[in-house]
């Protein structure tokens, strides 16, 4: 079945890095966008980043921008997530999920496939 | 890019319609039709369940409507079931191609 699969996550040091992956099953990952968002404990959804179906091209939320880095590998169908210096505010679930649309190549907007999310605490 | 603006809660008896709205301003919801709705239940990931301001994923209940005006956009949910008692977020494209998601709000069901 469709699917998407989060890792990674877990309990690092402020000002550590961590490295989210997304292992994508059941369709043709090198077709579809993916982005990243995150849920902040008892909290609301944050939008984090996407990455075009070729990769080619990434977006970030701004307040992010600078310390996350999204990319993905098609060949091996997975998606990830690059944490610099984290605060204690990063601590969430973070979540991969699908851009809705096939090839589509601007506008990326809306997930129809979530995972089931990946914890990240950051705490000394 | 601020937050889009939701009810903290909406409530309803069961067989009542209630609606939620969702706030933005001329950089997203009233700049394009890429307004999306999501339900997440206690524990769960989210679940899209409008895309596209007014449009239905397949096997998403007709129940549930979606609409929009100037800067706001409105989820309707008729026939309110117990099942229905969740968490509701909208998200809108905005202008500096990202993605803003509202604050949520939580449905109960009385």
């Known amino acids: 079945q469709v699917q998407v699969v989060e890792s990674g996550g877990g309990v690092v040091q402020p000002g550590r890095s961590l490295r989210l992956s997304c292992v994508a099953s059941?369709?043709?990952?090198?077709?579809?966008?993916m982005h990243w968002v995150r849920q902040a404990p008892g909290k609301g959804l944050e939008w984090v980043a996407a990455?075009?179906?070729?990769?080619?091209?990434?977006y970030y939320a701004d307040s992010l921008k600078g310390r996350f880095t999204i990319s993905r590998d098609n060949s091996k169908n997975t998606l990830y997530l690059q944490m610099n210096s984290l605060r204690a505010e990063d601590t969430a679930i973070y979540y991969c999920?699908?851009?809705?649309?096939?090839?589509?190549?601007?506008?990326?907007?809306?997930?129809?496939?979530w995972g089931q999310g990946t914890t990240v605490t950051v705490s000394s | 890019q601020s937050a889009l603006t939701q009810p903290a809660s909406v409530s309803g008896s069961p067989g009542q319609s209630i609606t939620i709205s969702c706030t933005g301003t001329?950089?997203?919801?009233?700049?394009?039709?890429?307004v999306s709705w999501y339900q997440q239940r206690p524990g769960k990931a989210p679940k899209l369940i409008i895309y596209?301001?007014?449009n239905r994923p397949s096997g998403i209940s007709n129940r549930f409507s979606g609409s929009k005006s100037g800067n706001t956009a409105s989820l309707t949910i008729s026939g309110l079931q117990a099942e229905d008692e969740a968490d509701y977020y909208c998200?809108?494209?905005?202008?500096?191609?990202?993605?803003?998601f509202g604050g949520g709000t939580k449905v109960t069901v009385l």
């Open positions: 999920g699908r851009d809705r649309v096939w090839l589509r190549d601007y506008k990326y907007h809306d997930l129809d496939v």
């Open positions: 059941g369709f043709t990952f090198s077709g579809f966008g």
């Open positions: 990455t075009s179906f070729h990769g080619s091209d990434q």
């Open positions: 001329n950089s997203d919801i009233g700049h394009y039709n890429y």
């Open positions: 596209d301001v007014n």
């Open positions: 998200s809108s494209y905005t202008s500096v191609s990202t993605v803003v």
